[in-house]
């Protein structure tokens, strides 16, 4: 849960008043926030920590540091960490917004967060780029070059996983675990019988020690 109502009444502020600082007509909208019904954008969550002079991980729920950033501010994308994926055995993925990682746009070389979200890696199957418990960012996109790592349905589309994508030929892929568990081998699939499907690119790895 974010600390959004914990800092306004730290301040002696009103929801109304909140409101008024983030350019919304009403004070529900304020309500919904502080009760995480429903989600901050990125603009206002850089208005809210620049206003509060804390961290936007602190204002989010996550760091416990109050310590702002503000040379990270006008670079802050607030990313939605959707469920969790298995680098193992491929299991279903959740959808559920778990909570938001907040990132710069140098940090991985984006521009927007249109396309982006973060996966909860499970399991020690890409071990060796990808650590159990970290999170892959990953940008929705439903084709990949030959050697990406993906987030992929690789079971009728009910079941996801995270690998390494290998083209084999014009009718099978591979998904090549890379851990160092030897226990953990490719899974090949063919296209023309299995509803494969990519939900995107691994474009980075985020951890939280």
Do not use: C
């Not at 299991?91 to 990132?103: E, G, S, V, Y």
């Not at 890696?121 to 070059?145: C, D, H, P």
């Not at 079971?155 to 160092?180: F, G, H």
């Amino acid at each position: 849960m974010n600390r959004l109502k914990k800092l306004r009444e730290e301040k002696g502020l009103t929801q109304k008043d909140i409101a008024k600082i983030i350019g919304v007509k009403t004070s529900q909208a304020v309500g919904y926030y502080e009760r995480g019904k429903r989600d901050m954008s990125t603009k206002t969550v850089q208005t809210l920590a620049k206003f509060f002079d804390v961290s936007a991980e602190y204002l989010l729920g996550g760091n416990n540091s109050k310590n702002s950033k503000k040379g990270d501010l006008n670079n802050l994308l607030i990313v939605p960490v959707l469920g969790r994926i298995p680098a193992g055995t491929p299991i279903l993925a959740t959808q559920n917004i778990i909570k938001h990682i907040p990132i710069s746009t140098e940090m991985f070389s984006v521009n927007d967060d249109s396309d982006l979200f973060f996966l909860e890696v499970s399991g020690e199957s890409m071990n060796k780029l990808i650590q159990n418990g970290s999170f892959v960012l990953v940008r929705k996109q439903e084709t990949a070059e030959n050697g990406d790592i993906v987030a992929a349905f690789a079971n009728d589309d009910d079941e996801a996983t995270l690998k390494r994508y290998k083209i084999i030929d014009k009718k099978s892929i591979m998904l090549e675990p890379e851990s160092s568990d030897k226990t953990f081998k490719p899974i090949v699939i063919n296209l023309k019988t299995s509803n494969f499907r990519i939900i995107g690119k691994v474009i980075g790895s985020y951890t939280e020690w």
